[in-house]
């Protein structure tokens, strides 16, 4: 892996401070109350400079979860298992692992976050948009064809709702241990129903 020359790092440093800062004032004032001008003056720097770095509004928060955009394709791309099953495994992990990608996660700073972009309605349709470029790369890691699109978004659907069902369930006051025991039993399923609906991408095919 080649390492990132001194000028690439200095660009994500400032892609980081920017969304970070623009993350902790929405949290604050919320995501409507705080303009893009309010934004590069807190972080110093120019409103042109920081629509260079972020198209749009929205993308300032979208950029804290943009590497996980096409975690499912390299998943399927470096494994040695079928597809189904590697997502399988990699999903379970990060439920063991308390990953909030997972839902699966009850630190404050990430349970406003997640209240921040679900409730947030120009939030919620741009991850809709991110969620169909996850798809899409998934697609193209399993072949591109229409029955690997068809997969994809099954794959995309499933991971979804389950995430979502661990973060709502945490939001409403459940303990995290407690979800915890209905996480890994409903991932299981909900991947064992994956598989059986999609053979030619699952363990044993």
Aim: glycine share 6%; net charge negative.
């Amino acid at each position: 892996m080649t390492t990132p020359g001194l000028r690439e790092r200095k660009k994500q440093r400032t892609y980081e401070l920017v969304s970070e800062t623009a993350i902790r004032m929405f949290l604050e004032r919320g995501f409507d109350a705080v303009s893009v001008a309010e934004v590069a003056a807190a972080a110093e720097i120019s409103k042109p400079t920081l629509f260079r770095y972020f198209p749009a509004k929205e993308d300032l928060v979208l950029h804290r979860i943009a590497d996980h955009e096409d975690e499912a394709a390299r998943i399927v791309s470096g494994a040695t298992e079928p597809p189904v099953e590697a997502l399988r495994a990699h999903f379970l992990d990060g439920l063991r692992r308390r990953d909030p990608v997972t839902g699966l996660c009850d630190h404050p700073a990430v349970l406003a976050f997640h209240s921040l972009l679900y409730g947030t309605p120009a939030l919620a349709a741009r991850l809709h948009q991110y969620q169909e470029r996850s798809e899409a790369v998934l697609a193209d890691a399993l072949g591109g064809d229409l029955g690997a699109r068809l997969a994809a978004g099954q794959i995309t659907a499933v991971q979804r709702v389950l995430a979502l069902d661990n973060w709502r369930r945490i939001a409403d006051g459940e303990p995290i241990d407690v979800v915890a025991q209905d996480a890994l039993p409903a991932a299981e399923a909900a991947f064992a129903r994956l598989a059986a609906a999609l053979p030619e991408f699952a363990a044993g095919q």
